[in-house]
Every structure is written in structure tokens, then in C-alpha cells.
């Protein structure tokens, strides 16, 4: 098998930090190009009922979901200068679905990612996005997992 696009995604987690040194190495012992994908996931910051329906709410969430959003593509430009001016794309939905979209989109032959391993109620209550693309994929998948907490 000939590796010859990686696509690293991130989340700027301590775990996504290393699987950013396996993409790297894996980038310079392949010679493959390798591009960076952060997948902006706005359900994250939809605020429950009775929450939302607060005065002021709205206006709170939207600046502060603006922010956020500022600060994850400032973080997506610090990741490409750190692997040296590669591709970076930002994009908005569901990480998984995302992922697996872009990974066609782009043609790459494999994804490297970091999982955190939830187990458990968390897992049930957060996901896997990591699964997700394990499952719905055809690429070539590595998975790097977090430290114990």
C-alpha cells in the first residue's frame, strides 16, 4: 500500500498533540503530504432548555460561541506552522461525519487521530468520534490514545 496523503484532525487536545508527532514522522518517513482538518462542532455549545430561554441567552451564546470559533482557526494556523506550512482546513458539523467526508474529499490514504478513550457512561454520553471513522471509513485508520486521566 503507497501512503502518499495523510490527514491528520485535531482537536487541540493534549491527545491530538500526539498523534501531531506520529502524523510528522509518519509525513517525513513516507514522504507523504500531509494535511490538518479541525471539525468545528456547534452542537457542542447549544445551551439546554431552560437555559436558552434565559433574557440574554442568545446574545451570550452567539459571542461566545464566535470567540471560540476565533480561537480554534488562530490554533488550526499554529498547528500547520508547527508541521511546517501544510494545509490546514476548518471546517464546520458533526467531527465523524466530517472526517470521514473530508478524508474522500481530499483523497487521503490515511487518517491519524487522537481518541480519549472514554469508557463507560461517558463514552455513551459523549461519543466516539474516533469509532465513528474506524467504522465509516475505507482509509487507513491509526488511532493514538490519550493519557490516563
Not at 19 to 40: I, Q, S, T
Not at 48 to 55: A, E, K
Not at 92 to 114: L, R, S, T
Request: hydrophobic share 40%.
Amino acid at each position: 500500500m503507497n501512503i502518499e496523503r495523510i490527514l491528520f484532525a485535531t482537536d487541540f487536545s493534549a491527545t491530538s498533540k500526539k498523534a501531531m508527532g506520529l502524523a510528522r514522522n509518519l509525513k517525513d518517513k513516507l514522504g507523504a503530504e500531509l494535511v490538518v482538518l479541525h471539525v468545528f462542532d456547534q452542537e457542542a455549545f447549544d445551551m439546554p432548555l431552560p437555559y436558552g430561554m434565559m433574557p440574554g441567552a442568545a446574545t451570550w451564546s452567539a459571542d461566545h460561541v464566535h470567540k471560540v470559533k476565533e480561537h480554534a482557526r488562530e490554533s488550526l494556523d499554529d498547528v500547520r506552522l508547527e508541521l511546517g506550512e501544510i494545509d490546514g482546513h476548518f471546517v464546520e458539523g458533526n467531527p465523524g461525519h466530517a472526517i470521514v467526508e473530508y478524508a474522500e474529499k481530499c483523497n487521503a490514504d490515511m487518517i491519524i487521530m487522537g481518541t480519549h478513550g472514554y469508557k463507560g457512561f461517558r463514552r455513551v454520553l459523549m461519543g466516539s468520534v474516533a469509532e465513528y471513522v474506524l467504522r465509516h471509513t475505507k482509509r487507513v485508520v491509526i488511532t493514538v490514545k490519550g493519557d490516563e486521566e
